[in-house]
């Protein structure tokens, strides 16, 4: 494997990436199989899904990942990728598999799916977004027509309208993002945007001059801000952005380099950085873009395989996830993920919050006489360690959120805490 590298250099005569450098490095996934999506609902809890019905999972925030064996998903010889994946908690899920297929529901972490009952005439599954586990959207087309969006309200599907999509079921709707309840955008294979200000019930599409290549990922940062990833198709520079909420488009030239790549995926942190994965337009390097997000300051890393998408498991701790099982992740997991997880299980944490202490409760069967218990800021940082008591004094802690880990028994279980 080639080294890492970090390359800052002069993108156009007008336009140059600086930001502090950044590093990433390589994890096994223990497969060859491209991985196509990643996504944590939780700071442990990790699902990734890749060609071939790959479907990896982890339980000890990315350092080991694991594959299942996914049960009641019916892949197709030639429908066999999952393409898109997320989870609104450690347990319940969704998934579109492809790249011409249907959707799937988890409830138990991956084991068992169930197809989902959409409205209308949504053949073709791919973008998805979810609020909670019975409010979303998902995207693709119909079986003779453009982009469609089938709405999930309250745990009941229906079919969003579509203003001015286009007849070709080729042009699907790839990716979906939303600012707030009411404010959304939808990208599509076909170049356009597609925008909604009801909660997605009715999508308009947004017509752009010049024309935009086949739209790959959208994001919003806020109400007025957003960036969308497209095909370079060798004569793309720089991510598109909007900075009227969606309304109107142009090259990004802050972010443009001379590596005409494809922007595959776009991802905002916990912490505010947004960043940009894919690949040069010769298909040599993989690229990961970062910004902190204040529209000007970009860097990228040249990396070793095509970026497919990007994740984050708390505020800072950013995953990628490309070709050939390609993980990297932006920096040394140590503390939090130093060492081999023993068998999780649920633990009650009370009063939560609090300010001076908390009692810790593991299931019954579980011998707690002899007890560690850590306590984690949420970048990682071990900030407190108790043996041997299930009620823990916190008094010295600065109000936030922490990450607390107690074991006993051989087995391991993981909750938030937060200090008043």
Not at 159 to 179: E, G, P, R, Y
Request: hydrophobic fraction near 40%; charge should be negative.
């Amino acid at each position: 494997m080639k080294k890492i590298q970090l390359l800052l250099v002069f993108a156009l005569s007008f336009s140059t990436l600086q930001a502090q450098p950044q590093n990433w490095f390589q994890i096994s996934s223990g497969t060859t199989k491209n991985l196509n999506t990643i996504h944590f609902p939780s700071p442990w809890v990790g699902y990734i899904g890749g060609d071939d019905s790959l479907l990896l999972k982890t339980t000890d925030g990315g350092l080991t990942w694991n594959s299942m064996n996914p049960s009641g998903i019916n892949f197709l010889s030639w429908n066999a990728n999952i393409i898109n994946l997320q989870f609104l908690t450690d347990s319940i899920g969704y998934l579109t598999i492809g790249p011409y297929a249907t959707s799937y529901k988890t409830v138990d972490g991956g084991l068992h799916w169930t197809s989902n009952n959409l409205f209308g005439n949504n053949c073709y599954n791919h973008g998805l977004f979810f609020f909670d586990p019975d409010n979303g959207f998902i995207g693709g087309s119909g079986c003779f027509q453009g982009e469609l969006i089938s709405k999930l309200t309250a745990g009941i599907w229906s079919q969003a309208t579509m203003n001015s999509s286009t007849w070709d079921s080729q042009n699907m709707i790839v990716d979906i993002d939303f600012f707030n309840t009411q404010l959304g955008l939808a990208a599509s294979t076909s170049g356009l945007i597609f925008r909604t200000t009801d909660g997605g019930f009715t999508w308009d599409s947004i017509p752009s001059n010049p024309s935009m290549n086949p739209l790959t990922s959208v994001l919003m940062v806020n109400d007025t801000l957003a960036y969308a990833g497209y095909q370079s198709l060798s004569v793309g520079f720089g991510l598109y952005i909007s900075t009227d909420g969606g309304l109107t488009w142009a090259e990004d030239l802050n972010s443009a380099t001379f590596f005409y790549p494809d922007f595959l995926s776009l991802h905002q942190s916990g912490s505010g950085e947004i960043f940009s994965g894919g690949i040069s337009q010769g298909g040599i390097d993989g690229l990961i873009f970062n910004s902190p997000g204040d529209i000007i300051s970009w860097n990228f890393a040249v990396v070793d395989q095509q970026i497919n998408s990007i994740s984050s498991n708390n505020d800072s701790t950013v995953f990628a996830v490309g070709d050939s099982g390609y993980i990297v992740v932006n920096k040394i997991l140590t503390g939090l993920l130093s060492h081999n997880a023993p068998q999780l299980v649920e633990i009650k944490i009370s009063p939560n919050p609090t300010n001076q202490y908390f009692r810790l409760e593991f299931p019954q069967h579980i011998n707690t006489s002899n007890i560690t218990t850590k306590i984690y800021s949420l970048l990682g940082e071990l900030v407190q360690v108790e043996t041997n008591a299930t009620t823990i004094d916190i008094r010295k802690l600065a109000a936030g959120v922490y990450v607390i880990e107690a074991f006993a028994d051989g087995f391991v279980g993981r909750s938030k805490l937060v200090v008043e």
